[in-house]
């Protein structure tokens, strides 16, 4: 290490944009002894899971709960819905985008993709012109990111709820809010989605591991013909065992310890509370590299991301250099950069369990590392940051005293 220590001093600086930081509230919860997974406190557990992750995708119907990786959702939302050969439309909106793709070529489905240029979110006229030329209405899906992990870019989910309704289509919504969900503003019913993805390891504070489908009516009636082979994730019986409190096959029980105590701290904080707290982080770390004179990868400001600000670095400096750099001399980790943007950016996280000081610590490292890469900029990104969060506490505080 560059302090010339063998022992990292303090806690690690992790800033990528999940798995994020688990409060220690909830590995307590996890650190318990394994409990029956067919006995009466198993139950009493699983239905207050089963329950509580309903009021955070904000849906009455049944949420399905994997043991599995954010991936198998995306797998279990096809498999469970769709048959070889159909159709589907899906957004290139970065590189998360393009894995979706990828896999519903492998599963034998064919995906029509939407290029964008990755700065931008999916674009709602864009899929209602594809939808309108679909005559025969056979597209059976249209499957987009809420948030764009890769680049830090926001869809809006009601704007294309609305598109696929003025085309007039049957499609199917699908949605992967695997890096916003908890983070930001979700409604699964409300905006008539048929399929949320979520997983575990991001807004959630959970470890990674744990993955969910939200269901509509329709998604749940398409299950009933869809052909693509599924066992593992069907979810007939999961569905059927869920109602008594129990899982077809041995669930991640102690998760769902932790899943528990993640879904009472963010009620305890209030939904909007949490949404404001991620919207107050993102906009002092905009404001923060913005005055360092670096670019966002978004380019659409009504379009940045709550949870993550992907950072271009500019030309000649190696992204990947400066984030082992900064790794080496200050213990922090950024996301990493991919595809189209592969040396060029760094990605910094700001989701999760995290507070106002939290985000300091990680935007003056990454002011020093900038010093120290050599990296051209103006210096006094984190006095920008300081001032907008003190104001944004000012206001709060005025309103206290009044
Ligand atoms: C993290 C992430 C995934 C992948 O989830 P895994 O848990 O790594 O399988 C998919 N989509 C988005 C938007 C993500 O942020």
Redo the contacts with the bound molecule.
């Keep these: 290490m560059a302090q010339n220590s063998s022992r990292a001093i303090g806690r690690h600086h992790l800033h990528i944009?999940?798995p994020t930081p688990v409060p220690d509230r909830i590995l307590r919860a996890i650190d318990t002894p394994i409990i029956d997974h067919r006995g009466p406190e198993f139950a009493k557990l699983a239905k207050r899971c089963l329950e509580g992750i309903k009021t955070i995708f904000k849906t009455a119907n049944p949420v399905i709960i994997y043991t599995a990786?954010?991936?198998?959702a995306?797998e279990a939302a096809l498999a469970n819905t769709m048959s070889p050969g159909d159709r589907i439309i899906m957004v290139e909106t970065g590189q998360?985008g393009t894995?979706?793709k990828n896999m519903a070529k492998k599963l034998g489905l064919k995906p029509e993709f939407i290029h964008t240029d990755w700065r931008h979110p999916a674009d709602p006229a864009a899929i209602e012109a594809k939808l309108k030329d679909d005559k025969n209405k056979e597209i059976k899906a249209v499957c987009v990111?809420?948030?764009?992990?890769s680049t830090g870019t926001l869809s809006d989910i009601a704007a294309i709820r609305k598109a696929i309704d003025a085309a007039g289509h049957p499609a199917l919504l699908f949605v992967?809010t695997?890096?916003s969900l908890a983070s930001t503003d979700y409604r699964h019913d409300e905006w008539g989605v048929d399929v949320t993805?979520g997983?575990s390891?991001?807004g959630l504070m959970l470890p990674?591991g744990m993955?969910f489908n939200a269901v509509s009516d329709k998604a749940l009636a398409a299950a009933k013909t869809a052909k693509l082979p599924k066992s593992f994730w069907s979810w007939d019986d999961m569905i059927t065992m869920n109602k008594s409190g129990f899982f077809p096959y041995t669930p991640a029980t102690n998760m769902l310890q932790g899943l528990a105590v993640a879904i009472d701290m963010l009620h305890e904080e209030g939904l909007d509370n949490v949404f404001a707290r991620h919207g107050r982080l993102a906009e002092a770390t905009r404001r923060a590299v913005k005055h360092w004179g670096l670019d966002i990868i978004c380019a659409d400001p009504k379009a940045y991301s709550p949870t993550l600000t992907a950072v271009l670095t500019p030309d000649g400096v190696d992204a990947d250099a400066f984030r082992a750099l900064a790794l080496e001399h200050f213990n922090i980790a950024y996301g990493a950069s991919f595809g189209r943007f592969a040396g060029k950016m760094f990605r910094i996280g700001h989701l999760g369990d995290i507070n106002d000081g939290d985000l300091l610590g990680g935007l003056a490292i990454t002011e020093m590392a900038l010093s120290l890469a050599n990296v051209p900029h103006k210096k006094g990104g984190v006095q920008v940051a300081m001032d907008y969060l003190t104001s944004a506490h000012g206001g709060a505080a005025r309103r206290a005293a009044e």
């Design positions: 944009p999940g990786t954010g991936t198998g995306w998360f894995l979706w990111l809420h948030n764009e992990t992967d695997i890096s993805v997983g390891q991001k990674p993955s």
